[in-house]
């Protein structure tokens, strides 16, 4: 960020990554840092999220506006639309994009600019793990609330995380339990994982979410 000179724009696709930022950005260097950056930054909303599924796209935009940034992009959803994006503005062999990210990013966007000669630099800035309470709380609603009829994941590392404590919980009824996805991602997630999905969600949106469950439930129920 010391030298903005360097890059063509900042890519960012989750909050925690703008947060990141934030922290480097001390009140003496923001605007040293910030303005050159100012006139051209690529923002991905991120709608796989579980608190009313806009949370983070509306944090997104927020935050960027907070530090001083204009966005552009930020209706693209998801990495391949946000991948189309760049490459309709950026030329190959420009500056390179700064990509603040993840420990568990998707190669998607990565992938695809280097196919098209635009560079791409990632960094690592937060990790994704475990929180230290999740199997109790897990246990814990299965002993109080019994088996549920559906488990719904919001993303991948969520399988990650949490799939084989449930696998555990449920035992030999987890075939009786219908599994949902928020969205493609996060389903492929899933299979891979040897579930099979019963419903995804048509958009990330409570609406499809719940209709989706709704009629898997139905169907199982006819």
Excluded: W
């Amino acid at each position: 960020l010391s030298h903005p000179e360097h890059y063509g724009g900042l890519v960012f696709t989750s909050p925690r990554a703008l947060e990141a930022i934030k922290i480097c950005l001390q009140e003496n260097s923001k605007n040293e840092v910030v303005s050159p950056f100012s006139t051209h930054v690529s923002v991905i909303v991120n709608l796989n999220c579980p608190h009313g599924f806009q949370c983070l796209s509306l944090l997104l935009l927020v935050t960027v506006e907070e530090i001083g940034l204009a966005p552009q992009g930020e209706k693209s959803g998801n990495a391949e639309k946000l991948a189309e994006y760049i490459c309709s503005r950026e030329k190959p062999n420009s500056s390179p994009l700064l990509f603040p990210c993840g420990a568990l990013k998707r190669e998607v966007l990565p992938t695809v600019l280097r196919e098209k000669g635009i560079p791409l630099e990632s960094l690592t800035v937060y990790q994704t793990s475990q929180h230290a309470d999740l199997q109790e709380s897990l246990s814990s609603y299965f002993s109080q609330q019994g088996i549920p009829a559906s488990i719904v994941f919001f993303s991948p590392s969520g399988v990650k995380f949490c799939l084989q404590h449930i696998q555990k919980l449920l035992g030999d009824f987890i075939n009786h339990v219908k599994f949902a996805a928020i969205g493609p991602t996060t389903a492929e997630a899933m299979e891979a994982a040897g579930i099979s999905v019963s419903c995804t969600a048509e958009s990330p949106t409570p609406q499809d979410l719940a209709a989706g469950i709704q009629k898997a439930l139905h169907i199982q129920n006819c």
